[in-house]
């Protein structure tokens, strides 16, 4: 059920921030198409995240394009974009989050001495002038405001107190203060909020919130100490990616504050039986699997090796168990569906999956499952899910695989001949290689014209058997961009095709959005 207004400003109300689609997708590798966006987005409001941060609207026409479609696909959450303090993002966030029901502006300027003197060039002097001016003037048009300094917790803080006060006066309706760097301890990280909460004017009229990045494994846990200190926001990512070591997890923060009420009196709108849909779903959209030991969503979160572990658990869950697995939506059965399953059953696995039907092309995706039904005596949940993906993915490709033959055997040198086609024209080559995987590789980098480096490939049965659905990552560097593919199929090198194919598309999305051009085509 939806959280309403009222109850986001209640005292004891923590708002969940979604920064997935911007701070976590600009980290390496995890960079998302605008469908893929809008696909996750849908799946955050499912989760009824109070805010989304859909994206850096002046960074690129793609970047913009993306806010844009989140802003209109979203029912509850607020859906904010990012903007420096200057003239021209303000103009795009407000014109990309328009057709928001809930629109809002994220505007942010380093408040740190490092960043003032090395990155910005300015004096303090000039960020409080810039900082002032860009929420006055984005005030004129919305009310929904938000600040942050970035570096806070290596900023001064009688000076960050000075700049909240001019922020506030000028409109400001939430105040963010990061932990850019990951370089804040738990205490000290919640005695910043307590000062700033003690000596900024105006302090009680405005929500606190906290964004940590987690450089030495603290993200979460400065998140807390945040909370305990007054913040009532924190901003986080699903699985916790993000740039570098990554941003504060969400379903673990959000577990944190479920599993620990005893001792933080507060509580938060998440539907936690979305949780685990919302992290698969990412995990296959930016293939980057979750780890087995991941809290909360790894495959080991919930399994117990150890004999004197399991004889507990079987006397009485509570032994070793802190959290329910069905309470994070993990399924207790993921056998699913089989070769007389319509398209009814299919649709409705797929719904109670956290999959709107709405976001994908059903007909193609059931044809799909059909085919590996006649494949694979058994479709697991990830199957499904792996082949909806595959049809999101491809929605908006400029490259398309049409064909691919490959010929090996152990007196031969294995040859691939592929056929694809690029903004609509086919193309064919063939090459030969040191195994079928490299001759399929060396044929596709011929049409795309690209020889990026290939900096990481891996295969993974989705699920168990020979006959598994067999997934394949990779990840490609071209012209200073890094991104990852991924690609399902039952034929372990038509899912490395898919996968290269899915990366060049991304490098071209990249491209784009960066006035950089690493690969032939429209
Ligand atoms: O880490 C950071 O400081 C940020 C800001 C833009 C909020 O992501
Ligand atoms: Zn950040």
Redesign the pocket.
Same mark, same amino acid.
């Given at each position: 059920m939806a959280t309403s207004n009222t109850d986001q400003f209640a005292d004891d109300y923590v708002r969940i921030f979604d920064?997935t689609l911007? &701070?976590g997708e600009q980290s390496p590798g995890c960079t998302m198409n605008v469908e893929e966006k809008v696909a996750i987005a849908r799946q955050l409001d499912r989760l009824n995240v109070d805010i989304i941060e859909a994206g850096f609207a002046a960074s690129s026409p793609g970047d913009f394009e993306s806010v844009r479609r989140v802003a209109e696909a979203v029912t509850n959450p607020t859906v904010l974009s990012?903007s420096r303090t200057r003239d021209e993002d303000v103009d795009a966030a407000l014109k990309a989050i328009d057709g928001a029901r809930k629109p809002g502006i994220?505007i942010?300027i380093?408040t740190s001495d490092i960043h003032l003197k090395y990155k910005l060039n300015m004096t303090r002097e000039d960020v409080l002038d810039a900082a002032t001016w860009a929420v006055t003037r984005a005030k004129k048009h919305l009310d929904y405001i938000e600040f942050?300094c970035? &570096?806070?917790s290596r900023s001064d803080w009688d000076y960050m107190a000075k700049i909240c006060n001019e922020v506030i006066r000028a409109g400001a309706r939430i105040i963010?203060l990061? &932990?850019?760097?990951g370089h804040a301890i738990p205490e000290e990280f919640g005695r910043m909020f307590a000062y700033m909460r003690e000596h900024v004017e105006g302090a009680d009229k405005v929500i606190w919130s906290a964004?940590?990045?987690n450089d030495l494994g603290l993200g979460v846990a400065n998140s807390l100490a945040a909370i305990r200190n007054g913040a009532r926001q924190v901003?986080c990512t699903i699985n916790g990616i993000?740039?570098r070591a990554g941003?504060t997890a969400m379903e673990e923060v959000v577990m944190a504050l479920k599993t620990r009420k005893d001792l933080m009196a507060v509580r938060c709108g998440i539907e936690t039986r979305q949780i685990y849909p919302a992290s698969r779903l990412l995990a296959q959209i930016i293939g980057q699997p979750v780890p087995p030991n991941k809290p909360i969503v790894g495959d080991n979160a919930f399994a117990h090796e150890a004999g004197i572990h399991q004889d507990g658990v079987l006397k009485n869950k509570l032994t070793y168990e802190i959290m329910k697995p069905e309470d994070i939506g993990i399924p207790s059965n993921k056998l699913v569906l089989g070769k007389h399953s319509g398209r009814h059953a299919f649709i409705n696995r797929l719904t109670e999956l956290g999959v709107d039907p709405a976001s994908f092309d059903v007909q193609k995706a059931f044809a799909a499952f059909k085919d590996l039904c006649d494949k694979k005596k058994i479709v697991y949940d990830d199957d499904i899910l792996a082949l909806v993906n595959e049809e999101t993915r491809r929605a908006d490709d400029q490259f398309e695989l049409v064909d691919l033959v490959v010929t090996s055997s152990s007196r031969a040198t294995p040859r691939a001949e592929v056929t694809m086609r690029v903004a609509g024209e086919e193309r064919n080559a063939d090459a030969t290689g040191d195994g079928m995987v490299d001759a399929c590789y060396k044929a596709i980098y011929k049409i795309a014209g690209l020889t990026p480096v290939l900096e990481r490939y891996s295969v993974k049965a989705i699920t168990g058997g020979t006959d598994a659905l067999g997934e394949v990552s990779c990840l490609m560097r071209a012209d200073g961009m890094t991104v990852a593919g991924q690609g399902a199929h039952s034929d372990i090198v038509m899912a490395s095709a898919l996968a290269l194919v899915n990366a060049l598309n991304r490098l071209k999305t990249r491209g784009e959005r960066t006035g950089r051009r690493p690969v032939e085509g429209p």
């Open positions: 920064t911007r &701070d990012l994220h942010f380093a942050s970035e &570096d806070a963010n990061p &932990d850019t760097t964004h940590c990045h901003e993000g740039e941003n």
